[in-house]
């Protein structure tokens, strides 16, 4: 039974670890593509809401820009409400790149995200570095323990 626990204690430790390398992963991920698109120039263009729902988490706008009508989900709009279906809500398009549509011209909802993603894995990192610790040292303990009782 002691084996299976140690067993299971390892792979939670593994899984918690995979988790907060994703997690760090992503975070860097969103400062990538906040770093390469902060300094593009954008229109400001009103658009229509289409598509929203409640967990925050999907938004499509639909604009028109330079005559043709697009569709697309803002990147910068992660964990944060647009509004409902048919509001209007102004959009800053990449003049180069009309599919990149961002809520502010700087994209700062991007930085919000990553430093949201990149606190809870540093959060995991610091529980799993303090639960080796605690673990080490109890082994050590132990042994000490032993030592003393032979």
Not at 115 to 125: E, N
């Amino acid at each position: 039974m002691n084996k299976l626990i140690t067993l299971l204690q390892r792979i939670l430790r593994i899984i918690m670890f995979i988790v907060a390398v994703a997690m760090l992963g992503g975070a860097l991920f969103l400062i990538g593509l906040h770093q390469a698109n902060k300094n593009l120039e954008k229109t400001p263009i009103t658009a229509q809401i289409v598509y929203g729902d409640d967990l925050k988490s999907v938004h499509e706008v639909s604009y028109q820009f330079e005559g043709k009508k697009y569709v697309r989900r803002p990147l910068d709009v992660y964990f944060r409400k647009l509004g409902s279906e048919g509001e209007k809500v102004t959009v800053y398009v990449v003049n180069d790149r009309p599919g990149r549509v961002f809520l502010t011209r700087s994209g700062k909802g991007l930085i919000d995200s990553a430093g949201l993603f990149g606190g809870w894995s540093l959060v995991l990192f610091l529980i799993l570095f303090g639960e080796y610790q605690l673990m080490r040292r109890m082994k050590m303990l132990e042994k000490v323990i032993e030592d003393k009782s032979k």
